[in-house]
């Protein structure tokens, strides 16, 4: 396992990075005292505000305020449009942060993260990457405000808009610049971990350009690696914490994307030595988030082994229930009614330049939401006959018990063109007549837009109250 980090040592630029630390795993209880103790000092920190050009004197001006110090500077919030599409939470605590008021914008910052607001979680790890103590010199604090700004710049845009233009595109690789020039000094574990978790995200993104995979396997290495990371790890499809799944998944992705087998097999053996992760793979093409044993494992199913297959599959044959669900179809799109999908981890590469600029190749119409557990009835009266189809028969209320419950049922579209990258699934203990727990692309080759309803199955060997 020493050779494995090694690697990367080896290859990432700048005398001063820190060494990979060899696997490490500790035991439940001792997790959660290493998370108190590599967060107690961020809990109670204070910063202020982001995404502003003088953004590195400002958090000064805090540092010197719980010093003691009376005076500092003024700064403006962030542009109005940086704000769109944010939730009201969010909004407040960038209003919080404009005056200073650090502490409330960090509660409202943690609950926008909690209703599920991605940036929020960004504006906290930049609030507590430059208020921890010991303070970053003013060389290294600039480099990380910097890249910080580059990186909102581009998550403000694309959860906007749900494309990645060129002008997000630049921000990505100066981010990309900045922080890879950061990774060369040792800033301390906690520091460290939340680095190259940036760096990780930027180059998800920048993945998809092919010159950038290799530096993208790079960083989740050093992400999985981390002590942090091998103590932040998942065991249900459900856990709070899997930092460790993500990490090493990722990996292995990118390293079958550029065809080095001996790392991806570094990386596959890595994940199987730890200890309590849901990453004890079988397969190196089969890798989600979370895995877990003793279901068969199989690209394609038969659809004769599932009753709602065979439903769905009765009613697209019938001449008047086909004609029943295109209408309902034509009368949704001409109301504009689907939805951009966001999803980073699943790129998308549009057909055109013009596709990806207004975000709008890969999108969905969602009938059934988790985290209700029950269908959206109002989404369902618009495309009724086939919600129809999507129910119990025993229980009309209900979604259809071969359905897994834990996963969203929607209808996605497809422009002509696009492709999505490839990538695996989260679990494999759920099926969509292929196992997306196998890694999968996707390439529509037509003229015309593509739909399909997309509906999780519950794997047949799972309990049967699972």
Known sequence: MSAFCSLWRSSTAGPHLPTAPSPGFAVPSQLDAHRERGLSGTVCSALCAFGIVCAGMAYRKVRRGARGATQGHVVATSPAQDLAGTDAAFQQGAAHEAKGEIQEARQCFQKSMQAGYPRARTRLINIDMLLLDPALPGKLEALWVSAAQHYDSFEAEFLRTGHVSEESWQHLEAAATELTELAKFNLGDWRMYQLYGRLLDVYTVLSRDTKHVALAAQWAVQRAVHPLGQNAYATEESSEKDD??????????????????????????????????????????????????????????????????????????DPDTRAKIT????????????ERVFSPSALVVPGSVNEDRNGAEWSEYLLYDP????????????????????????NKDAVHPEINKSTVVSILSLDPGARIMPHCGVTNRQLVMFDDSFEHSVYHAGKERRYILFAMLRHPDSPADA
């Not at 200890?275 to 895995?291: D, E, G, K, L, V």
């Not at 209408?327 to 109301?335: A, F, H, P, Q, R």
């Not at 985290?371 to 025993?394: H, M, N, Q």
């Open 244 to 317: 460790f799944n993500q990490a090493i998944t990722a990996a292995m992705l990118y390293y079958r994307r550029i065809g080095d087998q001996e790392r991806l097999q570094n990386a596959m053996e890595f994940a199987n030595k730890h200890p309590y992760a849901a990453t004890h793979y079988q397969n190196s093409w089969q890798t989600p988030r979370t895995f877990h044993p003793g279901y068969r494992g199989q690209p394609w199913w038969e659809g004769d082994s599932f009753q709602l297959v065979q439903r769905l599959e009765g009613g697209w044959k």
């Open 371 to 394: 985290k209700s557990v029950k269908l959206d009835e109002a989404k369902c009266a618009g495309i009724p006959t086939l919600s129809s189809l999507l129910r119990d028969p025993s």
């Open 327 to 338: 209408e309902e179809l034509d009368t949704l799109l001409s109301k504009g009614a689907f």
